[in-house]
């Protein structure tokens, strides 16, 4: 195994960044490809974490960014593409990482950047005759009011207006000029003309391949999803998801706001896990800004992502029983302890779902009186007992094993070839952790594993979340018993926080893969950059190949096993 | 294929009956202990809770923790004539604070100097907006502004989810009820500062 300065001395094009508060190397466009092989196959870096691109719009640059990881743990390598704003062209990983195929999807969606020699390189989050690139820094919404939160109509002569009122045309859609709408009416004909057709002839009775879609308006999709898929009879050939129905550009919306007005818009990504969501975000801008969270912070941090992990997971495996058939019963069963861990985090932080209780340097508050109690009783009584439950009618239920093992199944390679993080890639037998692999907060004082299996099919998935539940439980045993006193803030709190210009990556192992945010800061009150990594997005790139030769019946079962949430999948 | 014998099935169906039994069960118990409606809805909420955990809402809620926020209110105090004040002095904390910017603040003016003087004119904020994350109430510095427990506001056009001053205004004796505990700190806090600025002879 080389070092990564080894491997850089035979490209001497490849240079440090060198801006203040910035990491990671540049690389000329040309010498991607070389350099990212070399890194691969000498360096040990085999797993692309995220791929996205940064408008630096008064250098009149597009800046591409990668991070690459080693398995074996550490923190990832960056390495960044400059091109130039009119012309913007990368080569495509995809050949390298097939993980890499939606994430630049999505940046070409949004920042207009082209991938050469990506299959498929089509918008993914808008629609087809969207006009224009939106998170390109010169692209305003319709509803446009000004650059950056505080807006100036607010105070001190505040009088109340309708946003729609601002809008001149009294319509918030424009095409392109060279779209006609009446042209690109049927949109299921072009999708059809992606999808081949061909006359079955291995089979006895000849017969087309028929395309059907799977949602958007389906209960088994958990949200707005659509699953295009090419049959062969009941065999599914072809899958490709289609996404973007909920999409409200969350990464614009953010970069208008400050750094504090971010948090409670960070909840609603990945709804049912408000609270790491939460954490990555404070992480990220801590990273940034050099702030320390106290101690007592941190533990409360690590009580509050442990509950999230374990009622995240409760709703996975409770809603996976739903998509199996067994209707509610098995679901409501979950959500029974889900239900208990939500009136902890009302009585917490305020609110069940939407938490926004994270603050730079801290906690928004200490936890009140009787909460703790709450928490332990969860964790030393109630939540070891039902778990035995679960997992002896759940996990050794005939029926569940009949549906759920051997289907979806992902090969270690392939796991890793597509940036699968979590419970999708523990499953698949690759031990990846964040709280192990780079340990954030406080995790590297806490005893617990990271549990692995080897099938890599749904019914390992499940064994999986039940396992991590059990870990999770123990993590908060640990935590409550050596919660130290103290303040919960690092400082006073303020509303404007201090972040000098630079760039951070912020990541924790969230419950349903690695979240990370990608923050780009110029010194401003607002974010020059926010990205999200958002895990279950990644994980979908791998849905086609789990769905390969599946039985349709099968199809919801599988993706009930990744566990998608499709408030972070759309953004 | 491994061959099926309806074993999960009965497992699982007897666990269900089990769970129907308890629930019937608990309710039986709290009959005859003619246990409260609130000492019911506080054992579903507990962690020993058993059988059906939900509640029958309309005719009982469950119960709110005190930090649990919904839209703000606006506090306000009685002077020595018995006339309302507010406590708010137009600052724009919350406005420049709020994440969706559904608050607007007009700043009063003298009306012969037409010097701004610390009172909002008027106080605007659109709940079709808020998405109740309790920033602004969390940094009001002058305890202001403070986030409500009550979530039933159904209204018959839009304009009724547009709340004015009149709307938001609630008693000082409001706040206390509501949230008790966080009065408490709060008035300690100011008569701490208090104290600190002119210290008693």
């Known amino acids: 195994m080389k070092t990564v300065e080894t491997v850089f001395q035979a490209f001497p094009a490849v240079q440090p960044d060198q801006r203040p508060g910035y990491a990671g190397f540049l690389v000329p466009a040309e010498n991607l490809v070389d350099v990212v092989t070399a890194l691969k196959s000498d360096a040990g870096y085999n797993y692309l974490t995220c791929v996205t691109g940064v408008d630096y719009l008064s250098d009149q640059k597009m800046e591409v960014v990668y991070h690459l990881r080693r398995l074996s743990g550490g923190a990832p390598l960056e390495l960044k593409v400059q091109v130039d704003r009119a012309d913007t062209r990368v080569p495509s990983l995809t050949p390298l990482f097939p993980g890499a195929d939606l994430q630049e999807r999505e940046a070409y969606d949004l920042l207009g950047i082209r991938f050469d020699g990506h299959p498929n390189l089509k918008r993914i989050l808008t629609w087809e005759g969207f006009n224009g690139h939106p998170l390109r820094k010169d692209w305003r919404e319709a509803f446009y009011e000004q650059d950056a939160k505080p807006y100036k109509s607010r105070w001190p002569e505040g009088k109340y207006q309708k946003a729609e009122a601002r809008n001149p045309f009294g319509d918030n859609v424009s095409y392109p000029l060279d779209f006609d709408p009446a042209r690109h009416g049927d949109v299921e004909k072009e999708l059809r003309q992606d999808f081949a057709q061909p006359v079955n002839t291995a089979s006895e009775i000849s017969g087309e391949h028929l395309v059907v879609n799977l949602g958007p308006q389906h209960p088994s999709t958990h949200g707005v999803f659509r699953m295009v898929a090419e049959l062969d009879s009941e065999t599914v050939v072809k899958l490709e998801p289609v996404i973007g129905y909920l999409h409200r550009n969350h990464e614009k919306i953010c970069e208008r706001n400050t750094w504090l007005q971010n948090m409670p818009y960070t909840d609603r990504l990945d709804y049912l896990s408000s609270l790491s969501n939460n954490y990555a975000y404070a992480l990220a801008v801590e990273k940034l800004a050099g702030i320390t969270p106290t101690e007592r912070a941190n533990y409360i941090r690590v009580i509050m992502a442990e509950l999230t992990r374990i009622s995240s997971h409760l709703i996975a495996v409770g809603f996976l029983m739903n998509d199996l058939g067994v209707y509610f019963t098995a679901s409501l069963y979950g959500l029974e302890e889900r239900e208990l861990i939500l009136d902890v985090f009302e009585a917490v932080t305020g609110s069940r779902m939407m938490c926004n209780y994270l603050r730079f340097g801290g906690v928004a508050r200490d936890l009140p009186e009787g909460t703790m109690g709450m928490i332990y009783r969860l964790a030393f009584e109630r939540l070891p007992r039902k778990l035995d439950d679960f997992e002896k009618y759940l996990l050794e239920n005939e029926i569940v094993k009949v549906r759920c093992q051997g289907v979806g199944v992902l090969t270690p390679q392939q796991a890793i070839a597509y940036s699968a993080s979590g419970p999708v890639l523990r499953a698949s037998g690759v031990g990846f952790d964040l709280r192990k692999a780079e340990p954030y907060g406080v995790y590297g004082r806490f005893d617990f594993d990271v549990p692995v299996t080897s099938h890599g099919d749904t019914y390992d998935r499940l064994v999986i979340r039940m396992r991590e539940i059990r870990e999770s439980v123990r993590i908060i045993q640990q935590a409550i018993k050596s919660l130290p006193n103290g303040p919960v803030m690092n400082g006073k709190p303020t509303i404007n926080t201090k972040v000098p210009p630079g760039e951070s990556y912020g990541t924790v192992e969230g419950p349903k893969g690695e979240l990370g945010f990608y923050l780009v800061s110029n010194g401003s009150a607002n974010p020059w950059r926010y990205h999200v990594r958002p895990p279950t997005f990644i994980n979908l790139t791998s849905l086609g190949e789990m769905s390969k030769d599946v039985k349709i019946a099968d199809l919801v079962v599988i993706l009930g096993g990744i566990d998608i949430n499709l408030g972070e999948v759309d953004r | ?201």
Not at chain 2, 76 to 82: A, I, K, P, S, T
Not at chain 2, 152 to 176: C, F, V
């Open chain 2, 1 to 201: 294929m491994s061959r099926l014998y309806g074993k999960g099935i009965v497992q699982s169906l007897w666990l269900v009956f089990r769970h129907f039994v308890e629930s019937y069960r608990v309710d039986l118990r709290d009959f005859f202990t003619h246990k409260s409606k609130t000492g019911k809805v506080a054992f579903r909420s507990s962690t020993d809770t058993k059988g059906l955990f939900t509640i029958e809402y309309p005719e009982v809620c469950t119960l709110k923790p005190e930090e649990f926020r919904f839209l703000p209110f606006l506090v306000y105090d009685f002077d020595e004539v018995g006339k309302q004040k507010q406590r708010c002095t137009a600052c724009g904390t919350c406005a420049r604070i709020c994440p969706v910017q559904c608050i607007w603040i007009e700043r009063a003016k003298d009306p012969e100097t037409g010097k701004p003087v610390p009172a909002p004119a008027s106080f605007t904020l659109d709940s079709d907006l808020c998405m109740n994350c309790g920033l602004c109430a969390e940094y009001c510095p002058f305890d202001a502004i403070q986030m409500d427990h009550d979530y039933e506001l159904a209204a018959r056009t839009r304009k009724g989810y547009l709340l004015d001053l009149k709307h938001l205004s609630k008693p000082a004796a409001y706040y206390q009820a509501v949230r008790p505990r966080q009065y408490a700190r709060r008035v300690a806090a100011r008569e701490e500062k208090a104290e600190a600025q002119n210290p008693p002879a």
